[in-house]
């Protein structure tokens, strides 16, 4: 049961511009929610979280948009670098269970 | 470095055989976190131990086991090998048990292949 679900399994996207990067979930009891990023032969490093008290949380060229109604989340990164890309994972979290679910990732490909 | 170091990094073995992977966790941290990534799937959460005890279990396999030390290092059991099986198996650790507010940090991760 796929509780987090990335459904672009990859994207591009020009230097410069911006990369939206996004995620759904369907368990209201998520109440934590967070972006990690991964590259190839590495283990998946924290990006970026918000609770479910906030809407927006943002950290230099990356912010995180919950819309809680709609069940989705969203990570802009402005501006996009070659750096940046990566396989970006969402994922969510309760204070009622003791795990994280992960989504499936969408790989960011960032042009030159 | 994340400062959760995963042994071996790689690991090749034949069907029907048993392999031990092992996790040594941040410093401080007393939750461990074990998942598997196969195919560039996501990653799949197998079992989570907090400070010795097991305390949550996703879709981990009967011939998969795990477990926490006094030391918090972790290890995972896998055995009756299959060849879809092969996958990257990560660690992550955390501060607490309640991950509210807190994030996990994964190690490199064991990439196991059956042959």
Same mark, same amino acid.
């Given at each position: 049961?796929?509780?987090?679900?990335?459904?672009?399994? @990859?994207?591009?996207?020009?230097? %410069?511009?911006?990369?939206?990067?996004?995620?759904?979930?369907?368990?209201?009891?998520?109440?934590?929610?967070?972006?990690?990023?991964?590259?190839?032969?590495? %283990?998946?490093?924290?990006?970026? @979280?918000?609770?479910?008290?906030?809407?927006?949380?943002?950290?230099?060229? &990356?912010?995180?948009?919950?819309?809680?109604?709609?069940?989705?989340?969203?990570?802009?990164?402005?501006?996009?670098?070659? %750096?940046?890309?990566?396989?970006?994972?969402?994922?969510?979290? @309760?204070?009622?269970?003791?795990? &994280?679910?992960?989504?499936? %990732?969408?790989?960011?490909?960032?042009?030159? | 470095?994340?400062?959760?170091?995963?042994?071996?990094?790689?690991?090749?073995? /034949?069907?029907? *055989?048993?392999?031990?992977?092992?996790?040594?966790?941040?410093?401080? !941290?007393?939750?461990?976190?074990?998942?598997?990534?196969?195919? !560039? *799937?996501?990653?799949? =959460?197998?079992? *989570?131990?907090?400070?010795?005890?097991?305390? /949550?279990?996703?879709?981990?396999?009967?011939?998969?086991?795990? *477990?926490?030390?006094?030391?918090?290092?972790?290890?995972?059991?896998?055995?009756?090998?299959?060849?879809? !099986?092969?996958?990257?198996? =990560?660690? /992550?650790?955390?501060?607490?048990? !309640?991950? /509210?507010?807190?994030?996990? =940090?994964?190690?490199?991760?064991?990439?196991?292949?059956?042959?």
């Amino acid at each position: 049961d796929q509780q987090v679900k990335q459904n672009s399994p @990859s994207l591009s996207v020009q230097e %410069g511009r911006i990369s939206i990067l996004n995620c759904d979930y369907t368990n209201s009891m998520f109440d934590y929610f967070l972006w990690y990023k991964k590259y190839p032969a590495e %283990g998946p490093t924290f990006l970026i @979280s918000i609770s479910s008290i906030k809407d927006k949380n943002e950290d230099g060229r &990356f912010t995180v948009f919950l819309n809680k109604s709609a069940k989705h989340l969203s990570l802009h990164i402005v501006p996009s670098q070659p %750096g940046d890309s990566a396989v970006y994972f969402c994922a969510a979290s @309760s204070s009622n269970f003791n795990k &994280f679910y992960f989504g499936s %990732g969408t790989k960011l490909n960032v042009k030159p | 470095d994340s400062g959760v170091t995963q042994t071996p990094k790689h690991l090749i073995t /034949a069907t029907g *055989q048993r392999v031990t992977l092992r996790c040594s966790p941040r410093s401080g !941290d007393l939750s461990v976190y074990w998942y598997q990534q196969s195919l !560039d *799937q996501g990653l799949q =959460f197998l079992i *989570q131990y907090y400070n010795g005890e097991e305390r /949550a279990k996703g879709n981990i396999l009967e011939r998969f086991s795990a *477990q926490q030390f006094p030391d918090l290092h972790s290890e995972l059991n896998l055995s009756s090998l299959e060849l879809g !099986d092969s996958a990257l198996y =990560f660690c /992550a650790s955390s501060v607490s048990r !309640d991950r /509210a507010r807190t994030e996990a =940090f994964f190690g490199q991760g064991t990439r196991l292949t059956v042959v």
